[in-house]
């Protein structure tokens, strides 16, 4: 048993290695090669950044840019090396308990039209992803990872990615369970809404003035999201404002919508920022241990 799972894991990260390669030399056909999509997502919003900036004092290489890149590709490529191996074990293990997808679908989305899928699929995941952001604000363990986040002190698009690796593994549990709520069903077109989340999600954190008008009641957009990011919350959400990940209905939903004005000025990071490393080594060890200093 051993053996096998030890073979299964190795196997693995050779398969995920063997993966990010040929998306790097073009191997996977444009459309669906998640590096060169990453890379080409990155320099178009941030081209629109530099083109229309909403705060224009803000450098172009902002503070921490770099830092920033590093994580865009390690979060995407070199975590998910790591990673797969692990979660291939695990599944392994649970079919052979005999615990398969299908035990507790509620609906089977493979019957329905490919459009409805994958907004089933995008509406269940969004929500899921929502519920753990707000768990990673409240409980104190999983928020000392997701401070890692928090400390940006100048937002630009690749903010989006610098989060802590532990994130990656305390998102999959929900999203694990909504797919198999959803009878283990992946869309077979599922790349397309994983491009859209990145494109939204580095739109997010960028340096542009959007808010998309009344649509902002539902779509996430950089001027409610740079309120999450706020130094100062308000008394009454003190957990934290604008959890959305790619929608922002949910926090409109359940009432923790936050956007008092759109100059973009304030200050960000979070009370204790100034005990966060500054160096992604250091930043990767962040949250195992509780830091004496409040
Ligand atoms: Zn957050």
């Given at each position: 048993m051993l053996i096998e799972l030890l073979d299964i894991f190795i196997n693995n990260i050779i398969g995920t290695a063997k993966w990010v390669l040929s998306n790097i030399v073009f191997d996977v056909p444009f459309s669906q090669n998640y590096f060169w999509g990453l890379t080409l997502i990155s320099l178009i919003v941030w081209s629109a950044e530099l083109c229309?900036?909403?705060?224009?004092?803000?450098?172009?290489?902002?503070?921490?840019f770099w830092l920033d890149a590093v994580y865009m590709y390690f979060n995407f490529f070199i975590f998910s090396i790591m990673i797969s191996g692990i979660y291939t074990v695990i599944t392994h293990m649970f079919y052979s308990y005999d615990?398969?997808?299908?035990?507790?679908?509620?609906?089977?989305?493979?019957?329905?039209?490919p459009v409805a899928q994958l907004l089933i699929f995008f509406f269940v995941l969004d929500f899921l992803q929502w519920v753990t952001h707000k768990t990673l604000h409240k409980v104190p363990l999983f928020w000392r990872f997701h401070q890692v986040h928090h400390s940006i002190k100048e937002m630009g698009f690749a903010g989006h990615l610098r989060y802590h690796w532990m994130e990656n593994i305390l998102y999959k549990p929900l999203k694990t369970i909504g797919v198999m709520l959803l009878g283990g069903f992946e869309p077979e077109q599922a790349f397309i809404i994983h491009f859209f989340t990145i494109v939204i999600g580095h739109i997010n954190h960028s340096n542009l003035r959007l808010?998309?008008?009344?649509l902002r009641y539902i779509l996430n957009n950089p001027v409610m999201h740079l309120y999450h990011h706020a130094y100062t919350l308000p008394k009454e959400h003190r957990y934290g404002v604008n959890f959305g990940i790619t929608l922002s209905v949910w926090d409109y939903l359940f009432k923790s919508a936050y956007v008092p004005?759109?100059?973009?000025q304030i200050k960000l990071g979070y009370v204790g920022d100034n005990n966060m490393p500054t160096s992604f080594g250091k930043q990767l060890v962040h949250g195992f241990f509780k830091c004496s200093k409040k």
């Open positions: 229309f900036p909403w705060r224009k004092q803000q450098a172009a290489f902002r503070h921490d615990v398969t997808m299908q035990a507790i679908s509620i609906i089977d989305i493979a019957e329905f039209n808010d998309y008008g009344p004005e759109k100059s973009g």
